[in-house]
């Protein structure tokens, strides 16, 4: 895409937004928008999952993403990779371990 063609997309899709929300309240979220941009690889890897699980019932599968990061060494892509590689079943595999002992102490308790 050429420059003009990113703000004619950023045009109409202000039109459309102005159909709902007024000028003022647009702008405050865009602004919102500029201030949670991610400033680092983890927080952007984060993010990432995050925007994932927000898809269709993953929040009731996956659970909180919190909850992950002993797996994902607190959100480090090249951490994880180091560990795991590309082997996702072995995450899989330490994930679900960790969510079956955790269910069977909650039985426990």
């Known amino acids: 895409m050429k420059p003009d063609d990113y703000q004619l997309v950023f045009q109409e899709a ?5 159909g709902f929300v007024d000028k003022e309240t647009l702008k405050k ?3 919102e928008g500029e201030t949670k941009s991610p400033k680092t690889l983890k927080e952007s890897y984060k993010g990432f999952l995050n925007s994932l699980t927000n898809k269709r019932n993953m929040p009731k599968s996956i659970g909180k993403i919190e909850n992950l990061s002993p797996y994902l060494y607190d959100f ?7 560990n795991y590689g590309d082997d996702w079943k072995k995450l ?3 994930i679900k371990g960790y969510n079956q002992n955790t ?5 426990l308790c």
Not at 14 to 18: A, H, T
Not at 76 to 82: D, L
């Open 92 to 94: 899989f595999q330490d």
């Open 103 to 107: 269910k069977l102490l909650g039985t």
């Open 76 to 82: 480090n892509p090249k951490k994880i990779h180091q």
């Open 14 to 18: 202000q039109e459309y937004l102005l």
């Open 29 to 31: 979220h865009l602004k």
